[in-house]
């Protein structure tokens, strides 16, 4: 957007760049974007090493070595696969001084009339912009201000993630190592010689679910988990109980009509989401660009209308086989379970690549 002559102002709830989160793809339409904004070598300097995945039972086996797909883009960039921290830091970066950012504050108020929009902040003076874009996740304030409650258009998926990092090395460091039991999930992840922890699980929706309430989100762990005792799991279910920095969510989808409102539009999971299963980095990445451009063109409202027809069938196509997804990674029975394995022995194996990064 600046760029196009725009001067963006970035409003942040938290005080400074968050470091929870599992790492996150750039592909497929992503990659033009990030070799455009000129910061593949910093995304590839940051990248996780993880090449393969294998499937470990409760005993502590491991199964075949199976190659990750990837990708690669027109100028042969592949695919890449980063910590969620890092790749929020190195964009930031590069828009710096392009940018104004304002951290530990958000917005309470949108008033708009034909010539911009009156914001107010929680901690801030109230300011006046030609236009506001929530780009602000699946719990999205600038939805719920602009368009209506979460209730109308967030729907639980009956999963929820948990991630932490362990801050040791790997003990695959190159393979994501994936535990099932029905309904659960345990994977452990390298990251640049460190290893993060995810559970995944199935799980009924909490009416009073709270995505900040972590008192509440070591409860709903502790009792997804109980009875657990293979593997690894009870250790690595006892360190993330103990932990603060822990990234905790309920899988939903976001579904609405419209994703603009005058002069508010909506961006990634705000405006459209299956978190976890539905690519949201990559896809906010495309639409990011998507929406510069057509607001480059001039009248803001039909940028929004020619910004939402491209980028919606992207995010319908994703969002089509995200329960394809959720039922590979989660099977919902130890049957489920063994159909899968046995599904994933016809897939390519591979060798760890030891020399190059992803």
């Not at 970066?93 to 009156?118: C, E, M, N």
């Not at 900040?212 to 250790?235: M, N």
């Not at 910004?307 to 489920?336: D, F, N, S």
Request: with cysteine.
């Amino acid at each position: 957007m600046a760029r196009a002559g725009f001067r963006p102002t970035v409003v942040e709830r938290a005080d400074g760049q968050r470091s929870s989160g599992s790492p996150v793809d750039v592909r497929g339409l992503a990659l033009p974007v990030v070799e455009q904004m000129g910061v593949v070598d910093d995304l590839r300097a940051t990248a996780t090493h993880a090449t393969g995945i294998r499937f470990v039972d409760s005993a502590g086996r491991l199964s075949r070595r199976i190659s990750m797909p990837t990708s690669r883009s027109a100028a042969g960039t592949r695919e890449i696969e980063v910590p969620r921290a890092d790749l929020a830091r190195i964009l930031c970066a590069v828009a710096r001084d392009d940018a104004d950012f304002i951290y530990d504050d958000t917005i309470t108020r949108l008033d708009q009339d034909r010539g911009g929009v009156d914001v107010c902040f929680e901690r801030g003076p109230a300011r006046r912009f030609d236009l506001v874009v929530g780009a602000d996740g699946l719990h999205s304030t600038t939805r719920r201000l602009a368009f209506g409650p979460d209730r109308d258009f967030v729907r639980h998926l009956g999963i929820y993630v948990a991630t932490t990092p362990l801050g040791e090395p790997p003990e695959q460091p190159h393979d994501v190592l994936l535990h099932n039991t029905p309904g659960r999930l345990v994977a452990m992840h390298p990251v640049r010689g460190e290893v993060g922890v995810a559970f995944i699980f199935r799980y009924r929706a909490v009416a009073d679910f709270d995505h900040r309430d972590l008192a509440q989100h070591r409860r709903i762990l502790a009792e997804a988990y109980a009875g657990e005792h293979g593997w690894q799991v009870p250790e690595l279910l006892t360190r993330a109980l103990q932990v603060d920095d822990l990234y905790f969510d309920a899988v939903s989808k976001v579904t609405l009509p419209s994703w603009s409102a005058g002069r508010v539009v909506l961006l990634g999971d705000a405006a459209a989401s299956v978190s976890l299963f539905g690519d949201g980095s990559s896809l906010a990445i495309a639409g990011a660009r998507t929406l510069a451009t057509t607001l480059a063109e001039g009248d803001h409202l039909a940028a929004f209308r020619r910004y939402e027809a491209e980028h919606r069938r992207r995010t319908a196509a994703r969002g089509r086989g995200a329960g394809l997804v959720a039922a590979m990674l989660i099977p919902k029975t130890r049957a489920g379970i063994l159909a899968r394995n046995a599904a994933a022995r016809l897939l390519p194996t591979g060798r760890p690549n030891r020399t190059a990064g992803p």
